[in-house]
């Protein structure tokens, strides 16, 4: 299994084969506070990096999710969405948003390492 | 921006308290725990809320204050007794509504709790419309907590013994750590609770010691789901300059015996409108579907034309499930009405509901 990587709008990508689990990171979860709402993309759905990919809703705001990596949408979590609440509980491992066939690998390489994120979610604080 | 903080800033900062701008004032939105969890504990526990950023306005009796403030307000208050509370409202001559706000009648006059984002123009308001005739004080040096929840009143009784025997929307005066502090048996989260008015070098002690007895800290951001889910209005989002009280459905609060002889600001207005009807009405509407229809989210009829829009939206803790407060028209208001609420692109239906989402306990009649 490779390593997880995170993008700038605090989600994480797992990448198994041409397989990746995203999901959003404990920060993100933190800064969001109770999730009561999920909204996830539909199974078949091509998404490209940066763009849209679901929503959640915290009983403050609504924010929407972004994918990482361009590709096509093979799984998504319906657990999340019939009890919101597992994101707060286990953001990083159970809680997984979705999973994607990833079409260009290279989109990898630009986002940050477990310790490169940790550093920018600090500095930047948000 | 220089926001002002409160008495009880440090207080919260310990408790892990995330502050947010509201209102002027550096307010807790939420401590370590979260919405849901403080929520929660206020329905089951007791919950303590900073509401120091709310204006306390003093005016002193003098001559005709009593004539002079119906001539004001929608209520009868030669009628109410000394140390009696009222829902009310201070509106322009359209009946719209500057500010909603609770008058309590004591010894030396009357104390109004005005919103903190309106209460500076509150008073000049009052100040120009009673010709500048009374002492009137924003006192500023006192602090406003909020003790909310099925256990407030045990909790209190053990600190400051006869709050027990309030009855809601009834205060009184009480000796705590060497002041005489105002307490009222009210609140805005659909328990039973009190409001206490004290100075701002004795709210923090006061404030621990509530702790001390099983209160915990909640912020506004669970303030806001407690009030949404009593189906009360928070100014500024389901009441505003462009809104009426017969609009808002607050007739309950409008004196009938001031209704037939009129004689305050508005009355002409909401007279016609009781009589005639309004084009809008706030009504509480409940989502089929588990999304959350926030603040500007447009309302439709199955013909797909705009009818309203949500004032409020939220999911309710304690309900668990999604709910709103918004204006639609008026033939739409019907109980069960089936409306579509359009989130993010989507129409989700949604039905005209009862108020509140949550049923109320309040103590109505507490022993004397």
């Known amino acids: 299994m490779s390593e997880v990587k995170f993008s700038k709008e605090h989600e994480w990508i797992k990448l198994d084969g041409d397989t990746a689990?995203?999901?959003?990171?404990?920060?993100?979860?933190?800064?969001?506070?109770?999730?009561?709402?999920?909204?996830?993309?539909?199974?078949?759905?091509?998404?490209?990096?940066?763009g849209n990919a679901g929503v959640v809703e915290s009983t403050k705001a609504a924010s929407d999710i972004y994918t990482p990596v361009s590709g096509e949408i093979i799984e998504n979590n319906q657990s999340i969405v019939d009890d919101p609440a597992k994101v707060n509980a286990d953001p990083e491992n159970e809680a997984w948003f979705f999973k994607l066939k990833i079409t260009n690998k290279s989109e990898m390489d630009s986002l940050m390492n477990k310790e490169e994120y940790e550093k920018f979610s600090k500095e930047s604080g948000n | 921006m220089n926001n002002k903080k409160t008495a009880l800033y440090n207080l919260h900062e310990k408790k892990g308290a995330k502050f947010v701008?509201?209102?002027?004032?550096?307010?807790?939105?939420?401590?370590?725990?979260?919405?849901?969890?403080?929520?929660?504990?206020?329905?089951?526990?007791?919950?303590?809320?900073?509401?120091?950023?709310?204006?306390?306005?003093?005016?002193?009796?003098?001559?005709?204050?009593?004539?002079?403030?119906?001539?004001?307000?929608?209520?009868?208050?030669?009628?109410?007794?000394?140390?009696?509370?009222?829902?009310?409202?201070?509106?322009?001559?359209?009946?719209?509504?500057?500010?909603?706000?609770?008058?309590?009648?004591i010894k030396d006059g009357y104390n109004v709790i005005l919103n903190a984002a309106c209460k500076n123009e509150d008073f000049e308001i009052i100040k120009k419309l009673l010709d500048n005739k009374y002492e009137m004080t924003l006192n500023s040096s006192l602090s406003l907590i909020a003790v909310q929840g099925p256990k407030a009143a045990a909790i209190l009784k053990d600190m400051i013994k006869g709050t027990e025997n309030l009855s809601f929307m009834n205060g009184n005066f009480f000796r705590y750590l060497?002041?005489?502090?105002?307490?009222?048996?009210?609140?805005?989260?659909?328990?039973?609770?009190?409001?206490?008015?004290?100075?701002?070098?004795?709210?923090?002690?006061?404030?621990?010691?509530?702790?001390?007895?099983?209160?915990?800290?909640i912020g506004l951001g669970a303030r806001d789901t407690l009030r949404l889910e009593a189906g009360l209005c928070l100014y500024g989002?389901?009441?505003?300059?462009?809104?009426?009280?017969?609009?808002?459905?607050?007739?309950?609060?409008?004196?009938?015996?001031?209704?037939?002889?009129?004689?305050?600001?508005?009355?002409?207005?909401?007279?016609?409108?009781?009589?005639?009807?309004?084009?809008?009405?706030?009504?509480?509407?409940?989502?089929?579907?588990?999304?959350?229809?926030?603040?500007?989210?447009?309302?439709?009829?199955?013909?797909?034309?705009?009818?309203?829009?949500?004032?409020?939206?939220?999911?309710?803790?304690?309900?668990?499930?999604?709910?709103?407060l918004g204006y639609v028209d008026s033939k739409f208001s019907v109980l069960d009405t089936e409306v579509f609420l359009e989130v993010r692109g989507k129409k989700y239906s949604a039905r005209i509901c009862k108020l509140p989402f949550y049923k109320k306990s309040y103590v109505k009649g507490a022993n004397k």
Request: proline letters at 3%; a negative charge.
């Open chain 2, 237 to 324: 989002h389901d009441l505003d300059i462009k809104t009426t009280p017969i609009e808002a459905n607050l007739n309950w609060a409008i004196s009938k015996k001031r209704l037939i002889a009129g004689g305050f600001i508005g009355f002409d207005k909401i007279n016609s409108q009781i009589n005639t009807g309004t084009r809008r009405l706030r009504v509480g509407i409940t989502p089929m579907d588990r999304i959350i229809a926030r603040e500007k989210t447009k309302i439709f009829n199955k013909g797909n034309e705009i009818i309203g829009e949500i004032t409020s939206g939220t999911f309710g803790p304690s309900v668990q499930k999604p709910i709103a």
């Open chain 1, 21 to 50: 689990t995203i999901g959003i990171t404990q920060h993100a979860t933190e800064m969001l506070g109770d999730i009561v709402f999920v909204e996830l993309p539909e199974i078949g759905a091509s998404v490209a990096k940066d």
């Open chain 2, 21 to 105: 701008p509201f209102a002027g004032y550096e307010m807790p939105i939420q401590y370590s725990e979260g919405i849901i969890q403080e929520h929660k504990y206020t329905r089951s526990n007791v919950g303590l809320f900073d509401v120091s950023h709310m204006g306390q306005l003093f005016i002193k009796n003098e001559n005709e204050l009593t004539e002079d403030l119906e001539k004001i307000f929608p209520l009868d208050l030669k009628s109410i007794s000394l140390n009696q509370s009222k829902y009310s409202f201070l509106m322009n001559e359209e009946a719209c509504i500057y500010d909603d706000l609770i008058i309590t009648k």
């Open chain 2, 178 to 217: 060497g002041e005489n502090i105002y307490i009222t048996r009210s609140g805005y989260t659909g328990e039973d609770g009190f409001e206490i008015s004290i100075s701002n070098n004795k709210v923090e002690e006061l404030a621990e010691n509530l702790l001390l007895k099983g209160a915990k800290l």
